[in-house]
């Protein structure tokens, strides 16, 4: 079992930033995997941004640019600095982890966009 823990999201106006954590319950280097995911209402969830094991990036079209992923392992933590935040970034966010055959989610942090 993994427990991730997710927090940094907030109410910020347009332009702003934030910075989301994500704190794993196990060292973080032997997951396959590790992403951020969102969820508007009435909305799909969907891929924001992932990291591999190999420390490959990726990102939706809509945050490239304005959003970076990264991982700390010595603290087991995992990152999205977002920045340019617009309205439409505003979801619930997840951090989700693959660690062998198995998928763990975190608890979602809410994040606002609005003036």
């Known amino acids: 079992q993994v427990q991730l823990v997710e927090s940094g999201g907030g109410l910020v106006q347009p332009g702003g930033s934030l910075r989301l954590s994500c704190v794993a319950s196990?060292?973080?280097?032997?997951?396959?995997?590790m992403g951020w995911y969102r969820q508007a209402p009435g909305k799909e969830r969907e891929l924001v941004a992932q990291?591999?094991?190999?420390?490959?990036?990726s990102y939706v079209d809509s945050v490239k640019g304005r959003f970076a992923i990264s991982r700390d392992t010595a603290k087991n933590t995992m990152y999205l600095q977002m920045g340019s935040l617009k309205p439409e970034d505003t979801a619930v966010y997840y951090c989700?982890?693959?660690?062998?055959?198995?998928?763990?989610w975190g608890q979602g942090t809410q994040v606002t966009v609005s003036s």
């Open positions: 196990k060292r973080i280097f032997s997951f396959n995997d």
């Open positions: 990291i591999t094991s190999g420390g490959r990036v």
């Open positions: 989700k982890v693959i660690d062998g055959l198995y998928t763990y």
